[in-house]
């Protein structure tokens, strides 16, 4: 029985043997491990194409929302492939292109999924250096490259360009050494602030957020929100909404959605459905909330992770005077236990 | 009300034949296909539907159709001109005044009415006038930077 997604990190490491070998091996091998069928691909030209002209495309199903990730990525691959930043072009997320990726989350863009970019670029230099080894006639410590170039040391004239070596088709030379990856020291374009890669399309209003794409027949939903946390829904008339052109609504048990081709539409829609909840009676207020929460917060360090009821419920006062003296165990923040 | 609407949008001449009453964002975003500016809280509130009209950042989520007739309105999209990038989209980008760029189209149109009637602000009138523009990203610092370097004021500009 193979690991699958979806299993927590306990059950996995059962499955895999658990003991102190699988541990000290938890990093992207056994991530990657938990859903054995999908795993980033060894070749390197999932990742990069170069065009005859010498553009590098990058492709990679990291996505870019904010955090910088369209940048990054493509200065990993400049960094190791030894082409310039500007020559780069990102291609991310597109299902239908880039590598197979569990998703842009839990900050492992960088640190799992940055080493399997950087040695397929570092992987692709070494390929294209053998390559052009072989086409100049000198051995392979003999060039250097630079910004997609292989020139031949002291010898500025003898030289070939990636894109002259790629011709813009997948590269099939196989190669038998395993490319090093670039030692933090030798550094030029990683741990530099360039200006993103994004921002001309972000300070245009050219970039296309989710809202902003339209495909055909696509329909906008806009949901029935309760009025509060517990509230069932008695009594919903829908008959206005109906009567809109375009217009459909969907129900199910308390769970209702207008949907119209525009999302003005659909808002309209929304506004005009009467609902009628049952609330239920508030327990907590202002007032209350604070205490509420600390007194059931889960654990950090339970495990499994449990609910429970730490602290009695205190004056304001007299928790300000025990503050620096909490007792072992007291929550250090609110959320599950399993989030590391 | 079903009206003729015209205005000049980003010095074009546009005619809509709609609802009087809906709101400019959307005439934008559906009518007109501009979707540099931003749908967000839609109450007036965060400012990333800012765009300008008759001179004046307005936020287009709460500003009827019919309010801008025979006005000029300007959007993210017109602030670049022949392919080259405004001085305070420059500076945006210089000092990575951003980071998921949601707030942006926004920020540089209230920045851009701002300082045609204040070139040479002090620093603390940029953060004042700001203030009513949300980032959820937490690029304020960077903002205020950006827009100081692209104002006249001495000492300050890139």
Known sequence: ?340 | MKSSIQFALNGWPVTLNTDDDRMLLWALRTDLELTGTKYACGEGICGACTVVVAGKAVRSCRTALKTVAGKEVLTIECLARDGKLHALQQAFIEHGAFQCGYCTSGMLLTAYVFLRENPKPLREAIVAHMERNLCRCGAHQRIVEAIASASQAPGTSS
């Open chain 1, 1 to 340: 029985m193979s690991p699958s997604r979806g299993l927590d990190r306990r059950a996995f490491l059962e499955l895999a043997g658990g003991g102190v070998v699988v541990l000290v091996a938890l990093g992207p091998a056994a991530l990657r491990a938990q859903d054995a069928r999908r795993v980033y691909p060894e070749d390197f030209n999932a990742y990069l194409v170069i065009g005859e002209n010498g553009r590098v495309t990058v492709f990679s199903g990291k996505i870019e929302m904010g955090q910088g990730a369209m940048t990054s990525q493509a200065q990993m691959v400049a960094e190791e492939l030894g082409v310039e930043l500007a020559s780069i072009d990102m291609v991310l997320g597109d299902t239908d292109r880039c590598p197979w990726d569990m998703g842009t989350f839990g900050s492992l863009t960088t640190r799992m999924f940055g080493p399997a970019l950087r040695a397929a670029a570092a992987q692709a230099r070494l390929v294209l250096t053998t390559l052009a080894a072989r086409k100049l006639g000198v051995s392979q410590d003999r060039l250097v490259v630079k910004a997609g170039r292989v020139t031949v040391a002291g010898e500025p004239n003898r030289a070939v360009s990636y894109g002259e070596l790629s011709k813009g088709a997948r590269i099939t030379q196989v190669v038998d050494d395993k490319a090093v990856l670039r030692a933090a020291s030798e550094f030029r374009v990683m741990g530099a602030s360039p200006p993103r890669l994004d921002a001309p399309e972000k300070v245009t209003g050219a970039a296309k957020y989710a809202a902003d794409i339209r495909i055909p027949g696509m329909l906008y939903a806009r949901i029935l929100r309760p009025p509060m946390h517990g509230a069932t829904l008695l009594r919903l008339d829908t008959a206005v909404a109906e009567q809109l052109p375009g217009i459909t609504v969907i129900r199910h048990d308390d769970l209702v959605a207008v949907l119209h081709a525009d999302p003005e539409s659909a808002a309209t829609a929304l506004a005009s459905l009467k609902a009628d909840w049952r609330l239920p009676e508030a327990k907590l207020d202002q007032d209350s909330i604070f205490e509420h929460i600390v007194a059931y917060a889960w654990v950090r360090d339970a495990e499994p992770p449990r609910l429970v009821a730490l602290l009695p419920p205190v004056e304001p006062a007299a928790s300000a005077a025990q503050g620096a003296q909490a007792a072992p165990g007291t929550p250090l923040g609110i959320g599950l236990n399993n989030d590391r």
